[in-house]
């Protein structure tokens, strides 16, 4: 009966886009377009900046065209956004959730615009403005690419072969008691030891920079992996084993369908939490010694006091490690999808 | 006669070795099941009865005597005794229907047998839960798709051990129901490890009562009522009452006031 009720109900109130949420987009947006009204009409105090043009294509843009633009997007993307979820009853609710705090950042932006760039309050060249952020991809959007592009590709090479030789240690330290107790001892007191610290012996031993920080990212992902995936292992019930003996398992059956999926909710907390090594060490090592990516961008950049191509690189990683921990949560969830009601 | 004996247990004795003491697990135990019955073991904690049932299965070995299957000495667990733990022994990540099919996939016969699963999990009555993961379910319809995992790989003996034990009156009188049915239509030989004199009379054609200390078979009863046998009646409590006072006497020695 209750169901049919609601269902009666539902048609009406699903399609429908209340009036009172215009005032939450509107509200959500107003912030933006505060920022984007600070930058066109309050005017320029400072005389230490410079707005170059640059050619992009067939237009000439100056930082602040730039930053402009890029406030304007987030405006019209969050527009879009609340005409969307404006008409399901969830989504409202979770762009009304946030709406304070979208606010919030035009009105940051706005300040920062004001401190950073039209008065220079704060020290400079430290901490350029927005604007003059945005003026590092105005400059060398390729070079920038370019960096991110080997950043990513260390990172993959290092952080999926990590993956899997630490998955494959765990299994045989978890599974086979002798190697559990030649193995574990090594494996906890090398595993506690900065990856980086390696530095030296990595850039000796592998013929070039890129494979020797590759070493580093391995080593920095398989120690959580594989004690993971070992305790993982270690704390299958031994019901389960037996379970699986008597419906005719050998022992590939008993490793493989029955000791690994039982562990992999802690192989995924053990690549979680190697995941966040791994950006650490990637940085590390490209700051110590590559011919390319973010951290060398870093360093290279700072070298002529560049900050502000410091904070774009900046950026660009808290952009890139996002999306990376959101894929591994993605594939996470899709693995673990028998534990969803299971675990708060 | 001796030509429907599925399984012979012949003086078998297991101990376990503590620290500083041997525990005599199982003592001179012999028995010989016949094909299509169904046997209770019976007997309070500490008696040796689900160290036998282990036995049975293979899961463990005994430091002398034998076990013959068919004639066959049973030295590893298989398939062909299927074995129901008390609880939780489904495998969480899979769903219904994937912990039914788990143990043809691990004999390699899950392309040619697929259709059979359908056909379980209808038996167990199941359906419209199949792609259900163990945790949705209760903890009746758990122990029903134990019993259908291990049904599915046909065993010529299938093996209970108080798989009913950590549930509650209702659902375990729906089990033992589902049990009868299933033993009716699969033509099945069932041993049932239970503490639960009721639950033995309803289902056992022999009643083993065990003892502890060493464990041993004290006495085994027949139980001549007919099927569908109902949970109460003069001839039901007669037989409840035998077996309560040869149970005891069975448990009359007095019991030491350490446990070692």
Not at chain 1, 201 to 224: D, H, Q, Y
Not at chain 2, 156 to 172: C, K, V, W, Y
Request: contains cysteine; charged residues 15%; glycine residues 8%.
């Amino acid at each position: 009966m209750s169901v049919s009720t609601v269902n009666a109900e539902s048609p009406l109130k699903k399609g429908g886009f209340p009036v009172k949420f215009i005032g939450v987009i509107l509200f959500s947006v107003v912030g933006f377009v505060f920022a984007i009204l600070a930058n066109v009409f309050i005017p320029q105090v400072s005389e230490g900046v410079k707005f170059e043009d640059h050619i992009i294509g067939s237009y000439a843009v100056n930082m602040n065209g730039a930053y402009r633009i890029v406030v304007a997007l987030l405006a019209v993307f969050y527009l879009g956004l609340g005409i969307f979820s404006g008409f399901d009853k969830e989504r409202r609710k979770k762009y009304r959730h946030r709406a304070k705090f979208r606010f919030a950042v035009g009105i940051a932006l706005a300040l920062w615009d004001l401190l950073g760039t039209k008065l220079q309050v704060l020290p400079q060249p430290f901490f350029p403005g927005p604007a003059g952020i945005l003026e590092a991809f105005l400059i060398e959007s390729d070079y920038i690419l370019e960096n991110t592009l080997y950043s990513l590709r260390l990172f993959s090479w290092g952080f999926v072969l990590g993956v899997i030789v630490g998955v494959g240690t765990g299994i045989l330290i978890g599974w086979f008691p002798k190697v559990f107790y030649w193995v574990s001892p090594v494996l906890n007191v090398t595993g506690v030891i900065p990856a980086v610290a390696w530095m030296p012996f990595a850039l000796t031993l592998f013929p070039t920079p890129f494979a020797a920080a590759v070493f580093l990212i391995v080593i920095c992902v398989w120690f959580p992996v594989a004690s993971l995936t070992a305790s993982g292992v270690q704390s299958t019930p031994k019901a389960l084993f037996e379970a699986a003996r008597t419906l005719g398992g050998n022992t590939a059956y008993l490793v493989f369908h029955v000791a690994v999926p039982h562990a992999m909710p802690q192989i995924f907390t053990g690549i979680n939490t190697a995941s966040a090594f791994a950006f650490t060490t990637l940085v590390m090592a490209e700051m110590m010694g590559q011919p390319g990516g973010l951290g060398y961008y870093i360093n290279a950049s700072k070298v002529w006091s560049a900050y502000y191509k410091v904070f774009a690189a900046i950026i660009v990683m808290a952009i890139l490690f996002s999306l990376i921990s959101k894929i591994v949560s993605l594939v996470e969830s899709r693995v673990l999808r028998w534990q969803r009601g299971l675990l708060k | 006669m001796s030509n429907d004996v599925i399984l012979e247990i012949k003086n078998i004795n297991r101990t376990y070795k503590d620290e500083d003491s041997i525990i005599n697990a199982l003592s001179d135990i012999n028995l010989t099941v016949r094909k299509g019955e169904f046997i209770s073991i019976i007997g309070s904690s500490g008696c040796g009865k689900t160290t036998l049932l282990r036995l049975i299965a293979g899961l463990d070995k005994p430091q002398s005597g034998e076990l013959l299957l068919n004639g066959n000495r049973i030295t590893e667990p298989s398939p062909s005794r299927g074995y129901v733990f008390q609880q939780g022994s489904l495998f969480q990540w899979l769903t219904v229907e994937q912990n039914i099919a788990a143990g043809l996939k691990a004999r390699h016969v899950y392309s040619q047998n697929k259709d059979k699963i359908a056909e379980y999990i209808s038996l167990i009555g199941l359906e419209g839960f199949e792609k259900a993961y163990p945790h949705q379910i209760s903890g009746g319809m758990a122990q029903r798709v134990a019993i259908a995992r291990s049904l599915i790989n046909d065993p010529e003996l299938l093996l209970l051990d108080e798989p009913m034990g950590a549930l509650d009156s209702f659902t375990r009188a729906d089990i033992q129901d589902k049990l009868l049915e299933i033993r009716k239509t699969q033509d099945a030989t069932m041993i049932l490890v239970t503490h639960d004199v009721d639950e033995a009379i309803y289902l056992s054609d022999r009643i083993v009562i065990m003892t502890p200390r060493p464990g041993k078979i004290s006495e085994i009863i027949d139980v001549d009522l007919p099927h569908p046998r109902h949970r109460g009646g003069t001839r039901f409590f007669d037989i409840r009452n035998r077996l309560l006072e040869k149970f005891h006497m069975a448990t009359a020695t007095p019991e030491p006031e350490f446990i070692i």
